[in-house]
């Protein structure tokens, strides 16, 4: 059944129903509840790991399995979950794991070129409302042909990065030769294509790492694939339905979707798998300069984002193309259930007196938390007025009418702001600059105009704040 | 068999010993059955240390995983033991040939299947300018929107009209841009129907949104008259179909509207745009006897969109609305402006007869999000490259949502964008996979 139209009662019925609370939860209907917005594992049912409850145990779990499998790459802290989605569209219910982000290196490459590029797979990092977006994978390619070639560079990969690695050559022979030096670390093997799928899928089984099928521009092969490592044994499987150069970018988008389509609204057997879409193919085109291979690559890593990629290999490392790749997959990847605001309340950063300043903002959430992020990384002394603006940023608040005088002079009044300072001088975005005179006519505040962004704040009190303007 | 189910260890100094006999277990044409492997602490048999434990607790941990991978590699489910993860759950019994596996030897032929989308609906299409021919002074007009649909799922039918892109140029020479964006429009900030020229002429603007800034009350205050003839001077610098937006102020807005709605004949421009608190019925009957499109401008709300449209209908008619649900930067919010127009998309080709109009998107938006004109450490530079792929990639993202009219800013943002219009209208299969694996990149 697809996730969008699984309701609670459908888990309930099948529950022990024993309301024993084991769970943590009050009774098995509020379990039910959880497991059908999967913020509950099904384990956590003690009653329902009986051996009795063996068969019911099945059927929840056919019920509750993704429709894409999830499959683990890499070991230990690093290990990523590939996959393990449910629904086609991010509405019908919420994407789970985000599309991880593989950097690749080649067996030629110099060991300086190879070093940057695996501490970029290390060290890229940035902050993020809270959060440290980072890439997550290496992937090692053999350009040489050569298996002790491979194998050394897979080696010092291994040395020099714990983040999971995808082997890739169509050679099982240099397959195996790298297997053996990093097996334990369960790599993800590319490729099983439709002549070497039996060498491939034996290499599989043999060390126990998961396994992409390929088969570019061809989804029939590739489900035959599919279907024939399933039938080896091979369990952990990734497909890779084809990534063509910008010119085919709407084939890519139509083998993308075909096979998500398949997979979650026709429940096609043998087609539930992750996708790995390959950005870097971009770099395979002549080009006058790279910054164009690198800026194409980034618009084909925002349609495998925005479609369905659960992995991707990039080849360009420079910041400026990096950047929105992470903010955006950030973004897809959110919960679409979760509420967007915070709050509405008085914020107070540092020690500030009755002469510190008072600051507005609106309550969406990452309106709020650049804001704060900025106050506090200047460790400013002041105060944040946070209205309600329906969890909208300040000039969608401003254009809809979310944030009006009205509400701010409210804002001003039950928060008792006026309690709490001596001075009556309120700050202002920016981007509010229009509601300025209607604020200080309603609440009596003197209002400037602050920086259109929250960046510039601290340099802004600095030169301009006092709290007796008139004066 | 081997069940080791049925193997019972107990913690004392034999216990690696037992431990290591695993490794001396030949798996040729078995059957192991994995349920739960138990373990038992004898109490008070020579005081286990818990370094002791916790090395056991290792030791067993690795026989788990090996068990499990012996299971699987005889083709048995993993074991429940395994990663309590909801997506890592035993796979179901029953879809997992029971061992022993007969290995295939050929490849098992399958069909993938094409997917087919059975929607009622389809979005209405709406011509924007007019050419001579139609009663204006255009070289050229568009007709957007007619999906039937999701954007770009060519197999299930071509896309029938191809999004458009408008380049805004606004009439106040202190409109705030970012430094990467004003380089390109410096000289023309002073004269609007300049700056329009150059979007067409330089930067292949197939549309251009006149921005009237100066009407605000809170900049200039500009008179109605006056903003017309800005908009007189624009349509003499260009030739193509314009879009006139407001200032954001509701009855401002109206008066200016009004103006241009009844001194300009034949054009059918864009007013961008009609909102919740503005006079709804006199903008929409301007609109109407002008023949005119307007823009049906929200907040990030379906019900909101779908309100709007609903009070527009008494007054124009379906084919002169395009909607606009609001577009939040990459960053800042843009996946809910991906997720509204996806749902107004998918609701109109549903059928829901109050949301399947073209989609407009204000990308220029993208410009809001910090990290799109923000100096940043040098490892992010340059910040000209930054901005202008965060405008594309906001427009590419909106583009997949279903937006058929972009706004947009940025010279390189648009030529991308369009290049990638282009592209995704395109309906040919490659002749051949991209070989990359052994590339030398």
């Known amino acids: 059944m697809p996730a969008k139209e699984l309701s609670p009662i459908d888990i309930y019925q099948r529950l022990p129903r024993t309301n024993c609370g084991e769970c943590g939860e009050a009774n098995c209907m509020a379990f039910a509840a959880k497991l059908v917005n999967r913020e509950a594992l099904l384990d956590d049912c003690t009653p329902l790991l009986e051996p009795k409850n063996k068969e019911a145990y099945d059927n929840l779990w056919a019920l509750l399995k993704p429709a894409v499998k999830a499959v683990e790459v890499g070991v230990g802290e690093n290990a990523l979950t590939l996959g393990g989605e449910y629904v086609f569209f991010r509405h019908e219910f919420t994407y789970f794991h985000q599309p991880a982000i593989a950097v690749d290196v080649s067996d030629e490459m110099s060991d300086e070129e190879f070093e940057l590029r695996v501490n970029v797979v290390n060290d890229f990092s940035y902050e993020y409302i809270g959060m440290k977006l980072t890439l997550d994978m290496l992937a090692v390619r053999s350009t040489s042909g050569d298996p002790d070639t491979f194998a050394a560079a897979v080696r010092k990969a291994g040395e020099l990065t714990q983040k999971p690695m995808i082997l890739c050559t169509h050679s099982p022979e240099l397959m195996q030769k790298g297997l053996e030096v990093v097996a334990d670390k369960r790599p993800l093997i590319y490729a099983a294509t439709k002549e070497n799928w039996k060498e491939m899928a034996e290499l599989a089984l043999q060390y126990g790492c998961p396994l992409v099928a390929s088969s570019p521009q061809d989804l029939d092969t590739l489900k035959s694939i599919t279907h024939t490592l399933e039938a080896y044994g091979v369990k952990d499987i990734v497909v890779d339905p084809g990534t063509k150069p910008i010119d085919y970018i709407a084939a890519n988008l139509n083998n993308f979707v075909k096979q998500r389509w398949q997979s979650i609204n026709e429940e096609e057997e043998h087609m539930g798998y992750p996708i790995l879409g390959l950005p870097l193919v971009a770099w395979t085109v002549e080009e006058e300069d790279t910054i164009i291979n690198e800026w194409n690559e980034a618009v084909l890593a925002a349609l495998c984002i925005d479609r369905f990629a659960d992995a991707m290999i990039i080849h360009g490392i420079s910041g400026w193309a990096l950047l929105p790749q992470v903010i955006l997959r950030n973004n897809i990847y959110t919960d679409p259930r979760k509420p967007v605001s915070v709050e509405p309340e008085l914020c107070v950063y540092g020690e500030p007196d009755e002469l510190s300043p008072v600051l507005l903002t609106t309550n969406f959430a990452l309106t709020f938390y650049t804001v704060a992020s900025d106050i506090e990384s200047a460790k400013l002394d002041c105060y944040l007025l946070v209205v309600d603006s329906e969890g909208m940023s300040v000039e969608s608040a401003v254009a809809g009418r979310k944030m009006t005088a009205d509400t701010v002079a409210e804002a001003l009044a039950n928060f008792k702001v006026g309690d709490k300072v001596k001075h009556r001088h309120l700050v202002i975005p920016g981007r509010s600059a229009r509601l300025s005179g209607e604020i200080q006519e309603l609440s009596g505040w003197t209002v400037s105009v602050g920086p259109m962004d929250s960046s510039g704040i601290a340099k802004y009190l600095n030169e301009k704040w006092t709290p007796f303007p008139e004066d | ?441």
């Open chain 2, 1 to 441: 068999m081997v069940k080791p189910k049925d193997i019972e260890l107990l913690l004392n100094k034999n216990l690696l010993e037992k431990l290591a006999k695993f490794q001396e277990i030949e798996l040729e044409d078995v059957d192991i059955e994995l349920d739960e492997i138990e373990f038992s602490v004898e109490g008070g048999s020579g005081g286990v240390s818990s370094p002791l434990l916790a090395r056991l607790g290792f030791e067993f941990a690795l026989i788990r995983d090996s068990a499990n991978r012996i299971t699987s590699l005889l083709g048995g489910p993993a074991s429940p033991m395994g990663m309590r993860m909801p997506q890592m759950q035993p796979a179901v019994p029953g879809l997992a040939p029971a061992a022993p596996v007969v290995k295939p030897t050929e490849l098992i032929p399958e069909t993938a299947g094409v997917p087919v989308s059975k929607y009622p609906g389809s979005i209405v299409e709406v011509k924007l300018g007019a050419t001579k021919a139609e009663g204006g002074t255009r070289s050229t007009s568009y007709v957007i929107g007619g999906e039937k649909v999701s954007p770009f799922f060519n197999f299930q039918a071509a896309t029938p009209n191809k999004p458009v892109i408008a380049l805004d140029v606004f009439d106040w020479p202190k409109v705030p841009l970012s430094k990467a964006v004003k380089m390109h429009f410096r000289e023309y900030l002073e004269d609007t129907g300049e700056w329009a020229r150059v979007c067409v002429e330089k930067y292949g603007a197939e549309m251009i949104n006149v921005h009237l800034l100066t009407i605000d009350p809170l900049i200039e205050d500009a008179t109605p008259k006056a903003a017309l003839k800005k908009v007189e001077a624009v349509l003499e610098a260009v030739d193509v179909p314009i879009s006139i937006g407001g200032c954001g102020d509701p009855h401002k807005d109206y008066a200016v509207f009004k103006a241009i709605c009844e001194n300009i004949e034949g054009e059918r421009l864009l007013i961008n745009s009609v909102t919740l608190d503005m006079d709804i019925e006199g903008t929409a009957k301007l609109v109407n006897d002008s023949d005119n499109c307007v823009i049906a401008f929200t907040s990030m709300d379906v019900n909101k969109a779908r309100e709007l449209n609903r009070k527009l209908y008494d007054f124009v008619p379906k084919e002169q609305i395009l909607m606009d649900t609001t577009t939040a930067a990459l960053g800042y919010g843009l996946d809910y402006a991906f997720t509204v127009m996806e749902r107004c998309r998918l609701a109109g080709l549903k059928g829901d007869p109050e949301l399947n109009h073209p989609l407009s998107s204000g990308t220029t938006n993208a410009w809001a999000a910090r990290e799109a004109w923000m100096k940043m450490g040098p490892e992010f530079a340059p910040r000209e490259l930054r901005g202008p792929i965060w405008e594309t990639i906001t427009g590419v993202t909106l583009l997949l949502a279903g937006v058929d009219y972009f706004m947009m800013m940025h010279p390189a943002a648009v030529d991308a964008l369009k290049t990638t219009i282009n592209h995704l209208m395109k309906n040919d299969k490659p002749a051949e996979p991209t070989e990359w694996v052994s590339v030398r990149l």
